[in-house]
């Protein structure tokens, strides 16, 4: 579909350049938020993710199998340079977690590969387990971290 002759895009926003009822105008913002905070837009009767107009409106069609990843993970934040093609199971990988957790009064840090859990040490300190699994992190999923 030809998304700029629907939309314009700034800032990380969809504006209207066509009428497509009695309360859409042309330069009104499309799209409104769902409960997980990502912004749909309603065209003629099918729910768009904003995020996935905005990347075919700069780039080509996403290809099958891929998805469109927020980099800071505010799914809110459409600008075209907080958007990234990527796979689901890289998708998964750019999740927050603190990446360790407290048993018998040390920091165990750990983190999850392909469904398969790799134990990174036992640590005194917070930041040093955090430590490790941001380096764990960054080894096992480059950008995606």
Known sequence: MNWHEIFEYKDGELFWKVRTSNRVNVGDVAGS???????????????????????????????DGLQIDHID?????????????CTHQQNNWN????????????????????????????FDCMLDARAAYLSARKKYFGEFA
């Open 73 to 85: 993970l505010n799914p809110s934040n459409n600008r075209i340079e907080n958007l990234r093609t």
């Open 95 to 122: 999740k927050n977690s603190k990446g360790f957790c407290i048993k018998n009064g040390k920091y165990v840090s750990r983190i999850t590969i392909s469904g398969k859990e790799i134990y990174l040490g036992r």
């Open 33 to 63: 938020h769902d409960p997980l905070g990502y912004v749909r837009v309603n065209y003629k009767n099918i729910m768009y993710q904003a995020h996935r107009i905005i990347w075919e409106m700069h780039n080509d069609d996403i290809d």
